[in-house]
């Protein structure tokens, strides 16, 4: 039973950091550093880098600066494209740390699963925003960032407190990302192809009108 609950644990750390990191990657660094600085959380050996204050204090600075950015539309987008290079891989680094020094192998598969779930989240809320940004009122924006940011911290306390519950959380998450995916991208089809159609329409020129040259 013990062992049970020690892969339950590694399990729901290295996901939750995966999954985390997709949403918000600076406020999961700071929710474990945070965490394992103040002695509430014991942080596996390739974890522990992330209590150092320079490390804090560089996911402090850039979440304020996503706090801002993620809240006003169209320059969040141009956030998430720039992070799909820095979130994933991060997601990846976090999710083979959180499984600790057991197995060279354990950590490249904690690595491939944590870096394809982050994928997967960031893709989510990526393809959601672009969805939100057709409407031009900002209020969505901040309910939807303000909505993830709780996310990520309640997620990781739900994780690190109750590990059973999150892998059951976890696996219908990855059942709704299975069915949302999918229907996020034809929709983001839908609205590209709209604005290539749009964008062409202003650049063509305007027709001549047809008939008979005058001498």
Do not use: C
């Not at 997709?22 to 050996?45: D, E, H, Q, T, W």
């Amino acid at each position: 039973m013990e062992v049970l609950d020690q892969i339950t644990n590694s399990i729901a750390l290295s996901m939750g950091a995966a999954w985390a990191s997709g949403v918000n990657l600076y406020a999961a660094v700071l929710v474990l550093g945070i965490l394992g600085l103040s002695g509430n959380m014991a942080l596996p050996p390739d974890l522990v880098i992330l209590t150092h204050p320079l490390v804090l204090g560089a996911a402090g600075a850039m979440y304020l600066v996503e706090f801002f950015a993620d809240k006003v539309p169209g320059v969040d987008s141009a956030w998430d494209a720039v992070h799909s290079f820095i979130r994933i891989p991060a997601g990846a680094l976090l999710a083979a740390g959180a499984v600790g020094r057991v197995h060279p192998a354990l950590a490249l598969a904690a690595a491939l699963v944590g870096g394809g779930l982050a994928a997967a989240t960031h893709a989510a809320k990526a393809g959601t925003r672009v969805m939100i940004n057709t409407s031009p009122e900002p209020v969505t924006n901040w309910l939807a960032s303000i909505t993830e940011d709780v996310a990520v911290v309640l997620g990781l306390w739900t994780a690190l407190n109750h590990p059973f519950i999150f892998v059951v959380l976890l696996g219908a998450f990855v059942l709704l990302l299975i069915w949302i995916l999918p229907k996020l991208w034809k929709g983001l089809k839908k609205i590209f192809g709209s604005l290539g159609r749009l964008f062409k329409s202003k650049k063509s020129p305007p027709m001549r009108p047809s008939g008979p040259s005058v001498p």
